[in-house]
Structure formats: C-alpha cells, structure tokens
C-alpha cells in the first residue's frame, strides 16, 4: 500500500488563508483544513520535509505574521484527497442575495437570489471562509456603477463571478499560482460569464490596464501593504477598494497606511476576528 507524508501544522495565531497561501508554495498534494491546525499532504517520493516545513513558517515568525507554530509529521495510507475535500464543502448562503455552490452539491434558489457554481478542487474561494463572505457582502452593496474591477489574488474566480453578476462589465483576475488560473477559467465558464470575466497568471505589478472603478483584494496584511501602492496606481479617482484577508488586529496599520496614501474609510464589516475594509480612492 502506497503512503503519503502528512503534516499537521499548528500556529499562533492561526491564519488559515495565510499559511494555505505559503504553504502552497511546496511540494505538495492538497491541503485539509481543520479547527485548529492545517494538514499538508505530500507523496512519498516529494522532497518536501519538516525540516522545509519548518523553515517556512520560521520565515514567517521573523516577518511577525505568526508567533510561534508546531509540525507533526506522519505517514498515511493513500487516499483521494480531493474527495476527502469535497466532503468538507457545502453550498454558502452569504447573504440572501448571493449562493455559492459547488458542482457536487445540489441547490433550489430562492426568488432573486445570484447562484455562484464553482469546482473549488482546493482553490481559494469556495465560500466557506469569513473573509470571502465580507467582501463579497461589501461588494454587493457598494458595487453601484462600477464598470472595471480589478480582482487581486483571483483563487477560484468567485470574487469576479460575482461582480460580473451584480452588474460590472469587464472584470479581471489576478494570480500568481497556475492552478488558480486553471480553476478560475473553469469556474468562468460554469457560470456563462466567459464574456465579462478574464483570469491572468501575473503579478500586479504587471497589470498595465487603465485604472478600475473597484478593486477587490482578499488575500493578507503582509501583501497588502508591499502592493498598496501598486494598487493606488491601478484605482480610478473615486474608485471603490475592498480589502480583506485581515484579522481585527492588523486594522489600524492597515488603516494608516492606505489613509496615508489617498485612500479614505467609508465602510467596514467584521466577523469573528476576521475584518474588511471599503475605502474610496480621494486623489
């Protein structure tokens, strides 16, 4: 019988999105989330090891994202991780107008409500996370007029699916992992938005477009402030920001630092330790 190494990944405080997003960046197979910890799966034959494992997330206690973490490693019998995946996701009501679905689950909409269908197979955005919940019920309400968004670190596509589908004409997404954009054109086309949405593997410092009405960024407070001036840059005169990804915590450097650059606070909503912001671009 074949086995897989897995690590159990514990840490102070726990940021699942943030160490999902860094741990990616290994030899691995998928990743399971639980309460408290983060499992990673790796073949046999990978390189990935504690010793790597560890090095990342020393890395990020130098950078202050973590305080302290704990690796448990094993090995396991062979199973089909993405089913074991699948088991874990279920439709999302984020909010009486907007449904996340996933392929495998079944749902009867309500009058008027805006069903998202995605194939997650591990990407970020299905759905299930506070932070994906927050900017998606700040877009629906301060989306307005905006024509052009710009979706920062794109994941599943389920941000730009849904300002496609609450009225923007030409979204684009951004991500630096290639899985992402495979997962991204997918769930594009599983919801006939092929005509308004658009997924690049980039960096936003390569995005050369015109300036957006609204800019979307869920990812984490250490990449959102070494790209907040990429992002003014890219933000039409009072253009819409939504930024999450962020624990209460990380709210007044966040604050000070996106105020400092002509950005002004208009909106913000929190749940459990997790917040997003709505700002309006001043200059």
Not at 52 to 70: C, G, H, Q
Not at 250 to 258: F, H, N, T, V, W
Request: glycine share 6%; with cysteine; charged share 25%.
């Amino acid at each position: 019988m074949k086995t897989h190494k897995q690590f159990n990944i514990s840490t102070s405080p726990y940021n699942v999105d943030l160490l999902s997003g860094i741990l990616w960046q290994l030899d691995i197979e998928g990743i399971n989330e639980d309460d408290n910890s983060l499992i990673i799966f790796a073949k046999e034959e990978s390189n990935v090891s504690k010793s790597e494992v560890e090095s990342l997330l020393s890395k990020m206690r130098f950078e202050n994202l973590i305080e302290s973490f704990a690796v448990i490693e094993s090995n396991i019998e062979e199973v089909n991780w993405n089913e074991e995946w699948e088991k874990k996701i279920n439709v999302i009501e984020v909010s009486d107008k907007i449904v996340i679905k996933p392929t495998f689950r079944e749902y009867s909409p309500k009058a008027n409500q805006l069903v998202i269908t995605i194939d997650p197979k591990m990407s970020f955005g299905t759905g299930e996370h506070e932070t994906t919940k927050l900017v998606l019920q700040l877009l629906d309400k301060h989306i307005n007029n905006s024509k052009r968004v710009l979706d920062v670190g794109s994941g599943t596509g389920v941000l730009g699916i849904a300002a496609s589908l609450l009225g923007a004409e030409h979204v684009v997404g951004i991500d630096n992992d290639e899985w992402c954009i495979e997962n991204g054109i997918e769930n594009i086309e599983l919801n006939n938005v092929q005509s308004k949405v658009e997924v690049r593997l980039a960096e936003i410092d390569k995005v050369k477009d015109e300036p957006f009405d609204l800019i979307l960024a869920n990812i984490n407070r250490h990449i959102l402030i070494d790209i907040s001036k990429s992002i003014m840059l890219l933000s039409k005169s009072n253009g819409i920001l939504i930024l999450s990804g962020l624990l209460y915590t990380d709210r007044e450097d966040i604050l000070k630092l996106y105020s400092g650059i002509g950005f002004n606070l208009v909106d913000e909503k929190r749940m459990g330790e997790w917040i997003a912001l709505v700002f309006i671009n001043q200059k």
